[in-house]
């Protein structure tokens, strides 16, 4: 089995791939106070609650754009299964060619969706990655990492929102039924849901008048299931794409080790 962990500042998702088919996905809650003890502990229960041998995942890789947990994480993988995870970094041989100012500044999270959808999807590829940050990756027609959008984050600007204003109430986050709202919940909802699919279409709009193509448009992310009902005509919704990225630069890495020997 391969274990693939991305560490996000709100959450760390894992995913366990049995035979190159991903099985299992958990998720735990980012907390940079949180000890490598206590994340050990959050990985036994979900092992063994889910009957997993730590012992048969022979390979581990971790993205993080969180630096304090990395070294935690990588510590209790090496405990619990007994190997040393691959970290993506700047070294890293990903295969993603980047036609970007500053290579260094760009997040292994983004790097691993890139190389997750380029393994699945004709270029020109518009990624739209919604987690603590909007992120829109284009990919272009050489497979190249050229551009990217970003923006605060779906919960981040509600939050936001909620926080500096004397009389709006703090809701939860849902799809409301209709566009415009009769009552306070659903206004703010609806500013949430809706004003970002506005957004990501207009920008997407923009991004293919750029450069000139017409693109495949993929969606994912953790806030991207408030989304994807409206966007299901211009996007392909894939939920775990951040796995399937790190698999492929799992696999590669590998096999150029072997080359090398």
Do not use: W
Not at 202 to 225: D, P, Q, R, W, Y
Not at 228 to 236: A, G, Q, R, S, T
């Amino acid at each position: 089995m391969i274990l693939t962990i991305d560490i996000g500042n709100t959450v760390i998702a894992l995913g366990i791939f049995k035979e190159n088919k991903l099985v299992h996905v958990f998720n735990l809650d980012t907390d940079n106070k949180r000890s490598s003890d206590l994340y050990l502990a959050d990985l036994v229960m979900l092992f063994r609650v889910h009957q997993i041998d730590p012992k048969l995942i022979k390979e581990a890789i971790i993205s993080s754009v969180v630096p304090i947990l990395t070294s935690s994480f990588v510590e209790n993988v090496t405990k619990l299964c007994g190997i040393e995870p691959l970290i993506v970094g700047r070294k890293t041989k990903t295969g993603l060619p980047l036609r970007v100012d500053n290579p260094s500044e760009l997040g292994a999270d983004l790097v691993a969706v890139s190389v997750g959808a380029i393994n699945k999807f004709k270029s020109p590829i518009i990624i739209v990655d919604y987690g603590t940050a909007n992120k829109f990756l284009y990919i272009d027609n050489n497979g190249a990492l050229a551009g990217a959008i970003f923006t605060p984050g779906l919960t981040i600007s509600y939050e936001a929102l909620v926080n500096r204003t004397a009389q709006l109430p703090s809701v939860s986050l849902e799809k409301p039924n209709n566009i415009l709202g009769k009552n306070t919940k659903d206004c703010l909802n609806s500013g949430a849901v809706y004003g970002n699919v506005a957004m990501i279409s207009k920008l997407c709009e923009m991004i293919e008048k750029e450069v000139g193509f017409k693109c495949s448009k993929i969606l994912t992310g953790g806030n991207a299931k408030y989304l994807k009902d409206e966007l299901k005509d211009e996007f392909i919704y894939e939920e775990n794409l951040i796995h399937d990225g790190l698999l492929t630069i799992l696999l590669k890495t590998k096999g150029e080790s072997k080359n090398e020997k």
